[in-house]
Structures are given as C-alpha cells and as structure tokens.
Nanobody, 131 residues
C-alpha cells in the first residue's frame, strides 16, 4: 500500500523557521512524476485550509496568500519527498499540518482540487508557534 507521512513539526517562537517533510512510500516502482502534493493545516475549532502545493513533473508550485513570501514548497525526487519551508512563522500558523497526494495528476488548478481528489493523506505533524 502507498503510505504518506509528514515529519518536522515542533514548537518554534514567532519569527522562527521550520521545515516540514512529506514522504511517500510504497509506490512499487511507480514514477514520482505527475503527482500533485498539497499541504494543508487545521487549527482547533477552525476549518482545514490549504497552504501550498507542488506538481512533481516540472516543479510548478503554489503558495496560499496567507503564507506567500514566508513559505516555500520544494521536492526531492530521489527521496519521493516534498518539503514545506516555513520562515517567519507566526502564531496563526499553528496547527496540524497534513500532506495529501494525488496520483496520475496532470495539473492542479487549486488546493481545493487536490483536497477533494487526494488518494492518500498523512497522519499529520503538529506545529506550534508561540508569541
């Protein structure tokens, strides 16, 4: 089975940095290309929101306005991993961060599309930003 897992969460003070990882395993030789990987977060009592996404075949990426200029998303094809670099963290960035993968993805138009079409989700990694 395909397994998606996040790592890298933790506690950081406002203005600090974290790098989250999303690693996909169990592809059984399938190409890492043509995958859409999205990052989402959810704070207690709030709806889940999209943060960033990347299309593995070419590296086209997107960052939500709430994180633009502070967060970047990248990939390491050899490791079947996607990274979310969080710089200038703010308390409102706190929450459980999830990654979701869409296989056989030819393009993503929005984070919502990735969310609805996802084939696998990770269990999440907790990020806490203190002021």
């Amino acid at each position: 089975q395909v397994h998606v897992a996040e790592s890298g969460g933790g506690s950081v003070q406002a203005g600090g940095s974290l790098r989250l990882s999303c690693t996909t395993s169990g592809l059984s030789g399938s190409s890492w290309n043509r995958k859409c990987i999205g990052w989402f977060r959810q704070a207690p009592g709030k709806e889940r929101e999209g943060v960033a996404a990347i299309y593995t075949d070419g590296g086209r990426s997107y960052v939500a306005d709430s994180a633009k200029g502070r967060f970047t998303v990248s990939q390491d094809k050899a490791k079947n991993s996607v990274y979310l670099q969080m710089n200038g963290a703010k308390p409102e960035d706190s929450g459980m961060y999830y990654c979701a993968a869409v296989f056989r993805c030819v393009y993503f138009h929005s984070l919502g599309e990735i969310e609805e079409s996802s084939d696998a989700w990770g269990p999440g990694t907790l990020v806490t930003v203190s002021s």
